[in-house]
């Protein structure tokens, strides 16, 4: 997979630095840089609600507001009726704000303060606060937030919905929600992770024509990836193709009660190209599971030494879905990870990974949110305070690669850029998803694929399966099931 695929992603220091090199290093006014910003945001908000006659632009006192005050004149002189606030004192206002809401006064504007409702508007502007905000929002502000969204109009923000954390896609405390942002010069990882995704409805991104050369020295702190950059990862067979050249995937799983989970990260190993897929599985259940699918190969087993002997034709060991916690899962959990294979670590196989940590280079884990708790021994809500951080953690402690799952799955290996993976849609908010994603981590894997790059192609194809299955069907009732046909479409890209 290639390095660079996918956008670069900016945290809140690092779009900072984009725009010092823009200004400082080649020339660029900060004020001409807040117009071709405006610019930019005032054409998306015509081409979305091309008959909105009345916009409500709430502006704060930085530079967001800025732009928010540039847009109002625009609007003014094209003929719209525009409700131009300001939330802050009037006097912080300075530099290129100050030039900016000059330009509104020329076009015959004055700001007023924020009334009690935004309901007159037919589309709200959001300048208030920009990527720049770490701390929580309070007062004033969170009070014109709450009034926005309120409104029940649509919403344009500008640079970032108000309230959002640019670094670490976090609602600090109260946020706008978006239906458009207009992202400049850098896209900001928040956007993309935690609450960013629900907060900031499209993104659209205008580069604002800097030089190319401004990106050289400010690194992408990291890469937004969807399926469409990596299609060609996988490339076609050669005629002469043979199971063998395509790995044995080793499922271990399915305590009683739960043989479909592991059922299932069998088939999507086949269905991803895994060239033979064997399950360890529970004896009470393992007819059952080769009738319900005979291309898997089942396998009853009662301790650890019949794992083992399994474990010799495999080349990766999935571990975990349907497992239990309770002796049999608990042997068999110590069995495999003693394996020196590579393993992909889901469910039950994380619990108890919580329960007796180690470190492993050969090894990804597959936590979602809740599991990452247990595995870094906090909350899910300092999970969410900072995927990014957590993702870090995960794969500093446990080794390997780590797959952070969530809106945003972030995946993170030990030297390596992060990357967050877009697609997916709230239809997988459904039992077995995650088994589902196991089994095509590791079906990639026995394929040849290298940990991180499997982690992210997987993501990548659970995602774009997902998607092509709610835009069928829809997305309330979508089954982890439902997947199967739609895993194999999307790896056999039609030309």
Do not use: K
């Given at each position: 997979?290639?390095?660079?695929?996918?956008?670069?992603?900016?945290?809140?220091?690092?779009?900072?630095?984009?725009?010092?090199?823009?200004?400082?290093?080649?020339?660029?006014?900060?004020?001409d840089l807040m117009q071709r910003a405006a610019a930019a945001a005032w054409a998306e908000l015509r081409r979305r609600w091309p008959q909105a006659a009345r916009i409500g632009i709430v502006c704060g006192t930085g530079?967001?507001?800025?732009?928010?005050?540039?847009?109002?004149?625009?609007?003014?002189?094209?003929?719209?009726?525009?409700?131009?606030?300001?939330?802050?004192?009037?006097?912080?206002?300075?530099?290129?704000?100050?030039?900016?809401?000059?330009?509104?006064?020329?076009?015959?504007?004055?700001?007023?303060?924020?009334?009690?409702?935004?309901?007159?508007?037919?589309?709200?502007?959001?300048?208030?606060?920009?990527?720049?905000?770490?701390?929580?929002?309070?007062?004033?502000?969170?009070?014109?937030?709450?009034?926005?969204?309120?409104?029940g109009r649509p919403v344009l923000a500008i640079d970032i919905p108000s309230g959002l954390d640019a670094t670490t896609g976090a609602c600090l405390g109260v946020a706008v929600a978006a239906r458009v942002t207009v992202s400049f010069i850098g896209l900001n990882q928040g956007l993309f992770t935690g609450a960013g995704?629900?907060?900031?409805?499209?993104?659209?991104?205008?580069?604002?024509?800097?030089?190319?050369?401004?990106?050289?020295?400010?690194?992408?702190?990291?890469?937004?990836?969807?399926w469409r950059d990596l299609g060609l990862a996988l490339a076609p067979r050669a005629r002469d193709a043979h199971k063998g050249r395509f790995g044995h995937v080793l499922v271990v799983g399915g305590?009683?009660?739960?043989?479909?989970?592991?059922?299932?990260?069998?088939?999507?190993?086949?269905?991803?190209g895994a060239g033979l897929v064997s399950l360890a599985t529970h004896p009470a259940h393992a007819a059952v599971l080769t009738a319900a699918r005979p291309e898997i190969m089942c396998h009853g087993i009662t301790d650890g030494a019949a794992l083992r002997a399994l474990a010799r034709r495999a080349s990766v060991v999935a571990l975990g879905p349907g497992l239990g916690q309770d002796a049999w899962g608990r042997e068999l959990f110590a069995s495999a990870r003693a394996l020196a294979l590579p393993q992909v670590f889901d469910a039950?196989?994380?619990?108890?990974?919580?329960?007796?940590?180690?470190?492993?280079?050969?090894?990804?884990?597959?936590?979602?949110?809740?599991?990452?708790?247990?595995?870094?021994?906090?909350?899910?809500?300092a999970i969410a305070r900072d995927r990014f951080a957590a993702a870090a953690s995960l794969a500093e402690r446990f080794g390997g690669t780590a797959l952070l799952k969530g809106a945003g799955t972030l995946v993170a290996a030990p030297g390596a850029v992060p990357v967050v993976v877009r697609g997916g849609n709230p239809?997988?908010?459904?039992?077995?998803?995650?088994?589902?994603?196991?089994?095509?981590?590791?079906?990639?894997?026995a394929q040849g694929h290298?940990?991180?790059?499997?982690?992210?192609?997987?993501?990548?194809?659970?995602?774009?399966?997902?998607?092509?299955?709610?835009?069928?069907?829809?997305?309330?009732?979508?089954?982890?099931?439902?997947l199967m046909p739609w895993i194999r479409r999307a790896v056999n890209p039609r030309p």
């Open positions: 997979m290639n390095a660079s695929a996918g956008q670069a992603l900016y945290g809140a220091a690092g779009t900072r630095a984009l725009d010092r090199s823009a200004i400082e290093g080649h020339g660029l006014a900060g004020f530079n967001n507001g800025g732009d928010g005050f540039v847009v109002a004149a625009l609007a003014r002189r094209a003929g719209l009726a525009v409700d131009l606030y300001l939330v802050g004192a009037r006097e912080r206002r300075g530099g290129d704000a100050a030039r900016a809401l000059a330009l509104a006064a020329e076009a015959g504007l004055e700001p007023l303060p924020l009334p009690a409702s935004l309901e007159a508007a037919e589309v709200i502007v959001d300048a208030l606060l920009g990527t720049g905000l770490d701390r929580e929002v309070r007062g004033a502000h969170a009070e014109a937030i709450a009034r926005i969204n309120a409104a995704p629900a907060l900031a409805g499209e993104v659209v991104f205008a580069g604002l024509d800097v030089p190319g050369a401004c990106y050289a020295s400010v690194p992408a702190s990291a890469r937004l990836v969807a305590a009683p009660g739960y043989g479909g989970a592991a059922r299932m990260a069998a088939e999507a190993a086949a269905r991803v039950d196989a994380l619990n108890l990974l919580a329960r007796d940590p180690d470190h492993a280079a050969q090894r990804i884990i597959t936590p979602h949110p809740g599991e990452a708790a247990r595995l870094l021994d906090c909350d899910t809500a239809g997988m908010a459904s039992g077995g998803m995650g088994d589902v994603l196991t089994g095509i981590i590791a079906g990639l894997v290298d940990l991180a790059e499997a982690a992210v192609l997987g993501a990548c194809v659970h995602a774009e399966a997902a998607d092509r299955a709610a835009a069928a069907d829809g997305e309330r009732g979508l089954l982890a099931a439902d």
